[in-house]
């Protein structure tokens, strides 16, 4: 069996310190060995105990050194709402390069329709926030990363950076090749080929099964502006690999009340050359429940 030993640390302000000093060592021994008794931890113990002065904690080396940060990072309400807008949306940070900003925040905006809110480090950091610290609040509060991989990618000072946060925090990373192939990380990851064009249905094909992403894109369908945006967001339909009673039900009450989608070929599938519609894809993900749309062109069951 593994058997761990820890050392401990303790700071004391200065004047504790300089009034024992001359019996730090036997102070530290002492604490060791009462807190080993204490704790009686089996195959662990503490080896060393040391005692230091404390610092001025802007000249904290332990804590500037980030030896004392955590896995998880508490990010601040206002900052989260400042960075991703309204609840409910599912959360894409967009690492890139800015020489290709004004493509990325056109892609944000394209996949606000599909019900993610995407983070831009040119567009959304505002101007009296310090820069740093919004773009680690955003990577502590994403839900997943898309590395738009386009040549110069890799010489980025922050990319590769961005790119092992959402590694460490286990979040889905999706590469999507622009011009050059994933590396290092990514190439664990599924990729996605694809131009500026396309690239807000594959990303948004590639995270439809995330069960936040399904319920953001179901909330996008009850806002979706006009008949247009429903057939480019009804695409993602195919993708669907399953879906729960309950999220069926959803999708079901998205459509019914949602008088736009009832005139998106994607979503009624009267017109085969914009898909098969939605009753086709929920009978095909119920082996249960059949569905049609009546007369009042609503969903309804059989």
């Not at 092992?164 to 994933?182: E, K, M, N, S, T």
């Not at 894109?217 to 247009?228: E, G, H, K, T």
Request: net charge negative; aromatic share 10%.
């Amino acid at each position: 069996m593994d058997v761990y030993g820890h050392a401990l640390y303790l700071t004391v302000p200065e004047a504790v310190f300089s009034f024992g000093m001359k019996e730090t060592l036997a102070i530290e021994n002492r604490i060791k060995d009462d807190l080993n008794k204490i704790l009686n931890l089996p195959r662990e113990f503490i080896v060393q105990c040391s005692l230091e002065v404390a610092m001025d904690p802007a000249q904290d080396w332990r804590k500037n050194s980030g030896l004392l940060i955590t896995a998880e990072r508490s990010v601040p309400r206002d900052a989260e709402t400042r960075i991703w807008g309204d609840e409910g949306y599912f959360r894409l940070f967009l690492s890139h390069i800015s020489k290709f900003k004004r493509e990325t925040s056109e892609l944000k905006d394209k996949l606000r329709l599909f019900g993610i809110s995407c983070f831009v480090a040119h567009k959304d950091i505002q101007p009296l926030k310090e820069w740093q610290d919004e773009i680690e609040h955003a990577l502590a509060s994403m839900d997943a990363l898309a590395a738009l991989l386009t040549e110069g990618f890799t010489e980025s000072l922050w990319t590769d950076q961005e790119v092992g946060f959402a590694y460490a925090r286990r979040v889905p990373i999706i590469p999507v090749r622009l011009g050059i192939d994933p590396h290092g990380f990514m190439s664990r990851f599924q990729a996605l080929s694809t131009d500026w064009k396309n690239c807000p249905l594959g990303i948004a094909k590639l995270l439809i099964n995330e069960p936040k992403m399904f319920s953001a894109f179901v909330r996008a369908l009850r806002v979706i502006p006009n008949w247009d945006a429903g057939n480019l967001v009804g695409e993602v339909l195919p993708a669907i690999r399953q879906l729960s009673t309950a999220q069926i039900d959803d999708i079901i009450k998205a459509y019914n009340e949602t008088l736009e989608l009832h005139g998106s070929f994607e979503f009624n599938g009267t017109n085969p050359r914009y898909g098969n519609g939605l009753v086709f894809h929920l009978n095909r993900l119920s082996s249960s429940r059949q569905f049609w749309i009546d007369e009042s062109r609503l969903i309804a069951e059989v």
